[in-house]
């Protein structure tokens, strides 16, 4: 009895130089990293309605600009902690679970949204809510359990193995033409454009799972920075962040919040998931049962962020053909207005002009 408890506790090795070495506490580790994790979320929806809230409370007063806030820089230190451990998570628990993890953060924006900035509870919430937390409860209970020492040599064994070359080449072929389409036939749809930033995110989730392993391990004590596919790892993770950054930001000029985030996190979290099986092959031994109940929770999620996002309230932006109140010409003054183009505005600004001028003669 003693032999196979002591057998138990101890670490599994497996046979092949270069495999995945699981830790030996897998378990505590496992749930260390969806503590992590779960906690950056929710410091990252905080700090998103604060800096609302400061956007909100510079506008009503219309003095300052956001940026000389000090609640707007409390909310951006905030995301900052929140994103550094999500980065950390990633260093101990599975990049497949990490990433379905995303919609707390949904989840809990809206509770502080309704709770705080007295935003109107819809029942789609209520909805959209359950489905979320019962899925991320599906899909933790159900993920893969195991977590793995993140070396330098394993993840020059991952990269260099055909199933993760091949999967490389595709994402590649399909990003040229993505972006062929998007650039040169001036395709600007948000499924081509949300496409472009998940297979960015592939490779993102890839990288920042390697660096942040790395770094781990060299706390522990074994040093994995003197290594160059760490500092390979590192280029490609701040370089893929860029891009996606810079396509999100132009998805969101081009398209409304509320089809950009429910979107973006559903092929975010595909992608990290895909990324997660190829490259880490961390569905590799799992039941079919669970990996079914796993996706099960992920659709659940999704479906719970796309009914909280949904019928948000739309940022209306200005009419460019607007004319302001104060720009409006009155009768007797001596500016000569410039001719234009007969459009809705324009009518709508020269009837105001006719109408402040007969309230002047009155």
Known sequence: ??????????????????????????????????IISICGNVLISISLNIQKYAHVRQSQRGSKPYYTSVMWWCGVALMGVGELGNFAAYGFAPASLIAPLGCVSVIASAVISVVFLKERVRASDIVGGTLAITGTYVLVTFAPHTSTHITAHLVQYYAVSWHFLLYLFLEIVVFCILLYVYKRRNVKHIIIVMLLVALLASQTVISVKAVSGMITESIKGQLQLIYPIFY???????????????????????FDATEVVPINFVFFTASAIVAGIVFYQEFEGLALLNIFMFLFGCLLSFLGVFLIARNRPKIKQQDPNFLAMDKIPRRGHTDKVQPEATTYGSLAAKLMCNRAGQSDDS
């Open 1 to 34: 009895m003693a032999n196979s408890s002591s057998s138990h506790a101890a670490p599994q090795v497996t046979s092949q130089p270069h495999r995945a070495e699981i830790l030996d506490n897998p378990l505590q580790t496992y749930l260390l990293g969806i």
């Open 232 to 254: 390979v790892m590192l280029v490609v993770m701040i370089a893929t962040c860029a891009f996606q950054i810079k396509f999100l930001n132009q998805a969101m000029k081009m």
